[in-house]
């Protein structure tokens, strides 16, 4: 393989591999026990703030979702 041609291959894998995590995490839904666990730390992050909610969460994904609710 020519040097002009690596750095084309290597975008376009990474391209692959993004677009994969993408619609992976646009194929979860929030289930009910999601929705009651967002409820529930509601006034736990209105009392943290975005920041140092999601932070003590771990930057988790329900996390995320919920503090976007």
Same mark, same amino acid.
């Given at each position: 393989?020519? !040097?002009?041609?690596?750095?084309? /291959?290597? %975008?376009?894998?990474?391209?692959? @591999? /993004? *677009? $994969? %995590?993408? #619609? @992976? %995490?646009?194929?979860? &839904?929030? *289930?009910? =026990? ?6 529930? =730390? /509601? #006034?736990?992050? !209105? @009392?943290?703030? &975005?920041?140092?909610? /999601?932070?003590n !969460?771990?930057? $988790?994904?329900? @996390?995320?979702?919920? $503090?976007?609710?």
């Open positions: 393989m020519g !040097q002009d041609r690596l750095p084309r /291959l290597f %975008v376009f894998m990474i391209a692959i @591999a /993004l *677009s $994969s %995590v993408g #619609t @992976a %995490v646009a194929q979860e &839904r929030l *289930s009910e =026990n999601d929705i009651d666990w967002c409820e529930e =730390n /509601l #006034t736990y992050y !209105q @009392a943290l703030g &975005r920041h140092a909610f /999601l932070e !969460q771990h930057w $988790s994904m329900r @996390a995320r979702v919920c $503090s976007h609710l």
